[in-house]
């Protein structure tokens, strides 16, 4: 592994633990040359799933995608890190489950929305906001009545 300071590539490995669940394997490594310390990742290559977009476009799934969108909608909200990677392997297993090797970009913002709604309604009614396409107040009164038809009250988060 190359030391992200001074570019050797002799270093030790201090810690190791899996992290994502079993997913993949956080290590701490030393560099042996300049002593700096970083972090690596090893995950499984899984076969590659392809997303296919509303205009018939095909690309790679990308899960920081989800990530960044789940994060500007559950922005300023009362809700971990920690959350949010557990609610992206929900999405992840969700979405992968059907061992498919494509997933249509609507499918991924149905199931995203499906478990926001579960974490948390205000980063809901964002997502769907930009999801939907919404241009106007009337569009959020439609999706804040569905919301509350379909779901029971929640206690307030602490």
Do not use: W
């Not at 633990?17 to 993949?24: F, L, N």
């Not at 499984?44 to 799933?49: C, G």
């Not at 609610?87 to 992968?96: P, R």
Request: proline letters at 4%; hydrophobic letters at 35%; one cysteine or more.
């Amino acid at each position: 592994m190359r030391c992200p300071a001074c570019g050797a590539l002799e270093d030790k490995v201090v810690d190791s633990r899996t992290s994502e669940d079993g997913r993949s394997i956080r290590r701490r490594r030393t560099c042996l040359i300049c002593g700096r310390r970083f972090t690596t990742f090893e995950r499984i290559e899984e076969s590659s799933l392809m997303v296919v977009k509303r205009s018939g476009h095909k690309e790679p799934f990308e899960r920081d995608k989800i990530i960044s969108g789940v994060r500007s909608a559950l922005k300023n909200r009362p809700v971990s890190d920690d959350e949010i990677e557990q609610f992206v392997l929900g999405v992840e297993d969700a979405i992968k489950g059907d061992g498919a090797p494509e997933v249509s970009s609507e499918r991924i913002g149905i199931v995203v929305l499906e478990h926001l709604k579960e974490l948390d309604e205000v980063g809901y009614l964002r997502f769907a906001s930009v999801y939907k396409g919404f241009v106007d107040a009337k569009d959020f009164e439609r999706e804040f009545s569905n919301l509350f038809k379909s779901t029971e009250p929640k206690k307030p988060r602490a």
